[in-house]
């Protein structure tokens, strides 16, 4: 019977792995893997080469000029009556408060009494008890009686004492004595006249008169109420005309015919026109400029002007009644120029130049310019008639570069000329 032998007497000593070969073809392939990438650099460098080599020169082209297109204005010489704008609040020339005179109770009222309503000069308003009053002067009036009846005895006993003196019975004490007398009594007598006069005047005080035509502003007492001399009864204010303080910036006097160093005086007359949203719709009031307070004030730096509107609660067709305390704009007329020009206030360069464009060249052209408004300014210098202008904004611009323009039609009959607020205004007349 074969015994199968187990492995450990077959083998019994391991065998060591076999050697792997070498294989020489792998090794000597390496250094051919970097010949490809070399030869397509080198061929690539050879058609740049060759293509920069056989390329026609390129050729030198200038840009076209680029000639920019500008808005254009011909300026004609002109007349402007220059306006100055300000604003202010109608105010009454005349403002007073009635108080009680003398004391008593209110008995009564007229209906012209009442806030807004109108009287004439010299109405009874209100009148007091004057039952007092009345009762004083009936006093006076017997005392005046009495003492003058005194005086007169007085004055005949003197008399009688001279002519006694006179044929040596009286003595000169006497006389002295009886003159005395009489000049007593006739002092009293002018005193009694007087006290007649106070309470005749307290009783005419009683009715309270109005000083002056006008309106009521406010009142203050009514029916049954007693008052004390010095208490206020209403608030009046007259209606012949009224005035608004208008103040006027110092740079812009000069555009005004006005006499500052006559300040205070009625002689201006400059015409105003005030201007006011009234009931919904714009209303105008004519006045006049009547004088300056003469003086700048400390806080705005600016100096007040006074115009005058006559009547102005008067109301027709044309006009309704200008209230008091109503904020009004106003025109003033100023000074009358010849010979100036008005441009758009985009036509200003660098504050005080223009461009203008001779033979489709721009030149910079300096001015003198009068006064600045919010869309004109006045030149009084520096242009001629005919001059071309540019009005459009150029990014940038130097002198003699060529433009191309549509000119627009000769600017001789501007838009008025605006500064706001105390601003500018102008009327135009025919251009010379």
Do not use: C
């Not at 009635?98 to 008995?107: I, P, Q, T």
């Not at 309106?215 to 206020?232: I, K, M, N, T, Y």
């Not at 110092?250 to 015409?271: H, Q, R």
């Amino acid at each position: 019977m074969n015994e199968t032998p187990s492995p450990l007497e077959e083998d019994p000593m391991p065998q060591a792995p076999a050697p792997r070969p070498i294989h020489p073809a792998r090794s000597t392939s390496r250094p051919r893997r970097w010949l490809l990438p070399l030869a397509v650099l080198g061929g690539a460098s050879l058609v740049i080469a060759v293509l920069f080599a056989t390329s026609p020169e390129p050729v030198r082209v200038r840009p076209p000029v680029s000639i920019p297109y500008v808005q254009v204005i011909g300026v004609a010489p002109q007349s402007l009556e220059l306006t100055v704008i300000a604003h202010g609040t109608v105010e009454p020339r005349t403002e007073s408060d009635l108080v009680a005179e003398v004391r008593g109770r209110v008995l009564e009222v007229a209906p012209a009494l009442e806030a807004g309503g109108f009287f004439a000069a010299g109405e009874a308003l209100l009148r007091l008890d004057g039952r007092e009053y009345s009762i004083a002067v009936d006093r006076n009036r017997a005392a005046v009686k009495l003492a003058d009846s005194e005086s007169r005895l007085a004055a005949s006993e003197a008399r009688r004492r001279r002519e006694l003196l006179a044929r040596g019975v009286a003595s000169d004490a006497d006389l002295e004595q009886f003159e005395n007398r009489a000049l007593v009594a006739s002092a009293t007598l002018d005193q009694a006249r007087a006290n007649l006069a106070q309470a005749e005047l307290d009783l005419e005080r009683t009715v309270v008169r109005a000083p002056f035509a006008g309106r009521v502003r406010e009142r203050a007492v009514d029916l049954g109420q007693f008052v004390s001399p010095g208490s206020l009864l209403a608030r009046i204010y007259a209606v012949d005309y009224s005035e608004v303080r208008l103040p006027i910036r110092t740079s812009e006097l000069g555009y005004l015919e006005i006499p500052t160093s006559n300040a205070g005086s009625d002689a201006t007359g400059a015409k105003v026109v005030l201007q006011a949203s009234l009931g919904g719709q714009q209303q105008s009031w004519p006045a006049r400029l009547v004088r300056t307070e003469g003086e700048i004030d400390l806080r705005t730096r600016m100096m007040h002007a006074v115009a005058r509107v006559d009547d102005p609660q008067s109301a027709d067709g044309e006009r309704v009644a200008l209230p008091a305390g109503l904020f009004v704009r106003a025109e003033i007329a100023g000074r009358k120029l010849e010979d100036i020009f008005l441009l758009p206030t985009a036509a200003i360069r660098d504050d005080d130049r223009v461009y203008v464009v001779e033979e489709n060249r721009l030149r910079f052209q300096q001015v003198s310019i009068l006064r600045r408004g919010t869309d004109e300014v006045v030149i009084d210098g520096g242009l001629a008639a005919g001059d071309v202008v540019i009005v459009s904004p150029m990014r940038a611009a130097t002198e003699g570069m060529r433009v191309r323009s549509e000119r627009e039609s000769v600017r001789s009959e501007p838009e008025s000329v605006r500064s706001e607020p105390e601003s500018v205004g102008s009327k135009r007349g025919e251009s010379e």
